[in-house]
């Protein structure tokens, strides 16, 4: 509904708003998903599921490997030292232009534990992260 459905002007309709309602214009929050809410209800019970296990197993933290994956940029870093060049005192400073991110994206899929990086692996072009392809082979996860 706007201003001319109702009958007043845009300027009276935004005071109604903000002045006399005290409501203001915001945006949606974006998420990654929503969540069915047996979605939600099966989240609580593996979280409530390793709390409990995490207090009657002081060892229960160190037991867990999570991962993540992303998509990272290809580049050749070349160190200060192997970018140094003797000059004579009256010749310029050589210049180097900045690096920028490479074309080449590949996706990077990352296990860790609560101490380190248990796995890591690079996903080749062109392949589906899925159940198929990634950690599960490696780590033995079912």
């Given amino acids: 509904m706007n201003s001319v459905e109702v009958g ?22 974006f998420v990654p998903l929503i969540l069915t809410a047996e979605q939600k209800d099966w989240r609580l019970s593996v979280a409530t599921n390793m709390v409990q296990e995490a207090e009657s197993d002081e060892n229960f933290m160190g037991q867990i490997i999570t991962g993540n994956e992303t998509w990272v940029c290809g580049y050749d870093l070349e160190t200060k030292c192997q970018s140094s060049q ?19 994206k590949v996706m990077l899929i990352v296990s860790f534990d609560m101490e380190d990086i248990v796995h890591y692996e690079y996903v080749p072009q062109g392949q589906t992260v899925n159940q198929q392809c990634g950690l599960r082979d490696q780590l033995d996860v079912t």
């Fill in 8 to 29: 007043v002007s845009y300027g009276t309709c935004q005071a109604i708003l903000t002045q006399d309602l005290n409501m203001q214009c915001v945006a949606a929050k």
């Fill in 86 to 104: 003797w000059k004579s005192a009256d010749s310029p400073r050589p210049k180097k232009a900045r690096q920028v991110w490479s074309k080449v």
